[in-house]
């Protein structure tokens, strides 16, 4: 990193003095991890999908690359640009999201992806930190200062909600409903709902999974599986937790694990359980801080935040982040059923990497420290 | 006069205070529910790595080199003998191994741990050629949790599967049953199937005990004397071409079988692939009339019972027409003969007077004390009923019929049981095919007085010195014997030209030790022998080669110094005088039992005290030890 002197004007000199360093160095570190994992567990995956390991490798290398230069580079946008890209992201994603109900790739019995060259593309990972963003947007000043303005906000916050819900509610991907859901729920909560109605969300969201679990299968059989350890397949599971215990404190070593060679997933949904084999307890929980790290500090710093959008917006992101980081490692682990969604940076996947590091450079365009006033 | 100072608020401004003291409030409360989330991860991951973790699969601590299944004892390892104990060692009487359980490993696979099925198949194909890929591909395509690939690998084909790093391949200790003499007592071992477990002979009788103890099995069977037999059995058979052949040793004294021989036979190795037929165990499953051998048990029955002495004289001259069957001799003297006579040159008539004399009741008595109407009760799940009349047609013809062995079917092992026990002093035993330890009791009782046994030594071996079993004398070994040409049933009655010829020995006659039952099924008869099939001519210099070849490996050497006082202490007149010899047919135990058991329940419903005791069970069973040298 060249040094910046502080009164460098360039753009590259005040980012760089404003910008929330140590959350940035911590997804720097989490890139880190990133390499190192894949380079773990990516040669057995490279070998069972018939593609040369270098090249899956390499792929992944370049998009962590455009992750991080696309994190830098998002985070350099002031505010109001920030909300100019995730309204056009927001549009694109929820157009794109549409589209994989006509034109999707079906993988698993969901239709959720787009093909493109080179990557198939999952637009509802994009307009998760879009909509973020927007929310926050519409919730605080979107029609102006007055009341009557702020309803026709919040309302209309709520009519582009519900279009998510009924989009991701078909393809389907209740993982990703859940997250956008509970998101806006915490957008909502921390813009000072009425405890009343922070209970009455929570009741509603409950009877959602409920209802989750009546209609579809393959919930019901992953939290029946869940709750009764004896029944069913529970083969993940068991050799997630198996190579847990194999790592134990210091891990078998980097390439010694075996759990990379059992789990078709063992790349994406089950990379917590590689790192836990190969490194042990100890990295684990150093990548558990990480993200605890990231979390909670940003969570803890918007309280000295004045702007309202800026304290919405971020804490959204944060919460869909920082709740991907812990549905994932808590599923390896047998903590909730089984959720198939990717460890930030962590995971093997283009679309993943990209969309959090979108989210990631919002929030720290949004957290950059600004002169009081600044109209920028 | 301090200067007061006013701030002034407006009210938005104030309300805009209070909503970011609240936010910033309910920032606190999600920052701190995170805080637990990641507490939680935090602990669960400490749980499953450190405190609690969970124990490596089986699968992945079993043992890569399987033991030794020759050196498994039952103080070894029990973490090894619980994952698998290989079925135990059979051997014959000398500890010669007959069966083995070789080290194999079992290929498995989960297929729902398999990522790519077709890809997973060729590779494995590619070690193991005789693999069968499609099947293969179907299986691992199932979406079942356990579906076998192969059975049977070598270690050397499981560690190059094991090598190619499947998921979702396993491996578990299997077996493969060796038989490494080959076609050594075949049917008698008969077999296993893929899991291990007995479908046939000693495999299936002692299926649990070799499956849970793993000392090896010992036989009574001797290989050398087995193949002997088999040696001489086949060379009959070709020179005779016969279709089949039969030879029993047993041990006359203990009842342990030396050898059972059944031709034509099979590599125990094949057993999945051998036609039926060749699995037949004629020993113990085939049933045949026994013939002339049978008159050895009319005389002894006769003479220990007392209806007959051995002085007595029996018509035939006549041949004897009853309904619509005529008893006639086969080259017969046409006169009247001496009991000896009888034996010695096979007299259907004199057998069928000596039968009436005794009488069916007590014919059936010694018969059913004798085991005849039940399979013979030897370890071996083969063993075959017999056929025999029922009571309601066993009239004077049966009665007759059955003096010199026709009109009932019985396995050849029921032959050789019921001649060790006129020979051996009167004691009938229950035939082993294990080894018997010295000093094991012997199911065994007495069915006839010594006095009886004597005598009918004497005429056995009379039968080989001076009657139609000349061929079998070994000299020094004074073989005594009865042979026995049955024609055989065929689907319309008798078969004229199709015999069933049996040598029936048992050596030496002065201290009896070994019975030789060499049987030859359908042989023809060539220039040699005059063109006569008959036992005496095919069977009878058989068994006396089995003799001289067996009698020195089981340590019985030919007492050639001794032969005329030996001999002489054999002699028995062809034309006894009246009143000479040993007196028999004075208590006889088998009618003593029967007397015993009608006065012991004088409740029990009318029933005849003879009829009652058809049946060996009821009767007493004595045991004694294994003591040859005081018969």
């Known amino acids: 990193m060249p040094v910046l002197s502080r009164s460098d004007p360039s753009v590259l000199g005040r980012w760089w003095w404003t910008v929330d360093r140590w959350t940035l160095f911590s997804v720097v570190a989490l890139i880190g991890f990133g390499y190192i994992l894949v380079l773990a567990a990516s040669p057995a995956v490279a070998e069972r999908i018939h593609q040369s390991r270098d090249i899956f490798i390499l792929k992944q290398v370049v998009f962590l690359a455009i992750s991080g230069a696309l994190m830098v580079g998002v985070s350099l946008l002031s505010p109001r640009n920030i909300r100019r890209l995730a309204l056009a992201g927001c549009a694109l994603a929820l157009v794109l999201t549409a589209l994989t109900l006509v034109h999707g790739v079906e993988i698993k019995g969901a239709r959720r992806w787009i093909a493109l060259p080179g990557l198939s593309l999952q637009p509802s990972e994009f307009l998760k930190p879009c909509f973020a963003v927007v929310s926050a947007w519409l919730l605080t000043e979107a029609g102006g200062k007055s009341g009557l303005a702020r309803v026709r906000g919040t309302v209309a916050a709520f009519v582009i909600f519900a279009m998510i819900l009924a989009l991701l509610q078909s393809q389907p991907d ?21 405890l009343a109605f922070a209970g009455m969300g929570v009741a509603g969201m409950i009877g959602a999974a409920i209802g989750a679990y009546a209609i579809f299968p393959h919930v019901r059989s992953r939290v029946t599986r869940f709750l009764h350890p004896g029944q069913g397949d529970h083969y993940q599971v068991d050799t997630a937790l198996q190579a847990f215990a194999n790592g134990g404190l210091l891990g078998r070593g980097p390439g010694e694990g075996r759990v990379k060679d059992l789990l078709p997933d063992a790349h994406a949904d089950f990379v917590f359980a590689v790192a836990g084999e190969e490194f042990g307890l100890l990295v684990c929980l150093l990548i558990l801080g990480v993200f605890g790290f990231i979390v909670l500090r940003g969570l803890l710093r918007l309280i000295q935040e004045t702007d309202e959008f800026v304290i919405l917006a971020a804490s959204g992101l944060l919460t869909g982040f920082g709740l991907q980081a812990f549905v994932n490692m808590a599923s390896s682990l047998h903590l909730i059923p089984t959720k198939g969604m990717t460890l930030p940076f962590i995971s093997y996947g283009g679309s993943s990497a990209l969309s959090v590091a979108l989210g990631l450079g919002m929030l720290l365009a949004l957290t950059r420290r600004r002169t009081h006033g600044d109209p920028s | 006069m301090p200067r007061m100072e006013t701030v002034q608020v407006t009210a938005p401004d104030l309300a805009r205070r209070a909503a970011l003291e609240r936010s910033g409030q309910r920032l606190l409360l999600v920052a701190g529910g995170f805080a637990l989330l990641f507490g939680a991860v935090a602990a669960k991951l400490t749980a499953a790595t450190i405190l609690f973790p969970l124990a490596p699969s089986k699968a992945e601590t079993a043992p890569l080199i399987p033991a030794d299944p020759g050196l498994a004892t039952p103080d070894s390892s029990p973490t090894i003998a619980d994952l698998h104990q290989p079925r135990a060692t059979i051997t014959d009487r000398n500890g010669q191994i007959l069966a083995i359980s070789l080290p194999m490993a079992a290929l498995y696979a989960n297929p729902r741990e398999m990522i790519d099925p077709v890809d997973a198949a060729r590779r494995i194909k590619a070690v193991l050629p005789r693999l069968d890929e499609a099947l293969a591909i179907a299986r691992l395509q199932s979406g079942k949790q356990f579906v076998y690939l192969e059975r049977e690998i070598t270690p050397s084909e499981e560690l190059a599967i094991n090598a190619l790093g499947i998921p979702g391949i396993y491996f578990e200790p299997s077996e493969k049953r060796r038989y490494p003499l080959g076609r050594v007592a075949a049917q008698t071992l008969g077999g296993v199937d893929v899991d291990s477990h007995g479908v046939a002979g000693v495999e299936r009788e002692f299926d649990k005990r070799l499956a849970t103890d793993p000392r090896p099995l010992r036989l009574s069977i001797d290989v050398r004397v087995q193949a002997v037999m088999r040696d001489e059995l086949e060379k009959s058979k070709e020179e005779f071409k016969a279709i089949g052949a039969c030879g029993i040793v047993m041990d006359v004294n203990t009842g342990e079988v030396l050898a059972m021989v059944s031709l ?4 125990a190795n094949q057993f999945g692939e051998t036609p039926p037929d060749d699995r037949f165990n004629r020993a113990i499953t085939g049933m045949y009339e026994p013939g002339s051998t049978f008159k050895l048990q009319t005389a002894a029955m006769a003479l220990d019972f007392g209806t007959a002495h051995i002085w007595d004289e029996f018509d035939a001259a006549h041949n004897i027409r009853i309904g619509r069957f005529t008893i006639t001799d086969y080259k017969g003297k046409h006169r009247m003969l001496y009991l000896p006579e009888v034996l010695a040159y096979s007299s259907n008539l004199g057998a069928a007077h000596i039968a009436l004399g005794v009488g069916e009741q007590k014919q059936r008595l010694w018969l059913g004390a004798m085991g005849m109407f039940k399979p013979i009760p030897i370890e071996l799940p083969e063993a075959g009923r017999p056929l025999y009349p029922p009571v309601s047609n066993w009239k004077e013809a049966a009665t007759m019929t059955i003096g010199f062995g026709h009109g009932i079917a019985i396995s050849p092992l029921h032959v050789v049981r019921a001649t060790a026990a006129v020979a051996n002093g009167g004691y009938v035993i229950q035939p082993t095919i294990l080894a018997r330890d010295p000093g094991d009791p012997i199911p065994e009782r007495r069915i006839m007085t010594p006095a009886t046994s004597d005598v009918i030594r004497k005429l056995m071996r009379l039968v080989v010195t ?15 014997g009865k042979t026995g040409t049955a024609e055989k049933v065929g689907a319309h009655g008798y078969r004229k030209h199709a015999n ?9 006659m002065n201290a009896p030790r070994y019975a030789v039952y060499f049987m030859l099924d359908d042989p023809q008869g060539n220039k040699e022998t005059g063109g006569y099939s008959t036992a005496g001519q095919v069977s009878a210099p058989g068994a006396g080669r089995v003799i001289a070849r067996i009698a020195p490996m089981l340590g019985l050497f030919p007492d050639t110094e001794h032969e005329a006082q030996i001999q002489a202490q054999l002699d028995i007149p062809l034309e006894p005088a009246r009143g000479s010899g040993e007196p028999t047919g004075t208590g006889s135990p088998l009618l003593a039992a029967a007397m015993a058991e009608t006065a012991a329940a004088p409740a029990a419903p009318p029933r005849h005290p003879l009829q009652a005791l058809r049946h060996e069970a009821a009767l007493i069973v004595s045991t004694r030890q294994a003591d040859a040298a005081t018969r």
Do not use: C, H, W
């Open chain 2, 264 to 267: 034509p036979d099979y590599d």
């Open chain 2, 500 to 508: 069933v010829s049996a040598f029936m020995s048992v050596f030496p």
């Open chain 1, 174 to 194: 209740i993982g990703m409903l859940t997250v956008i859901t509970t998101v806006f729920f915490a957008q909502l909560f921390v813009q000072g709902m009425n």
């Open chain 2, 466 to 480: 001076d009657g139609y079993g000349k061929k079998a004398d070994v000299e020094g070994y004074f073989v005594g």
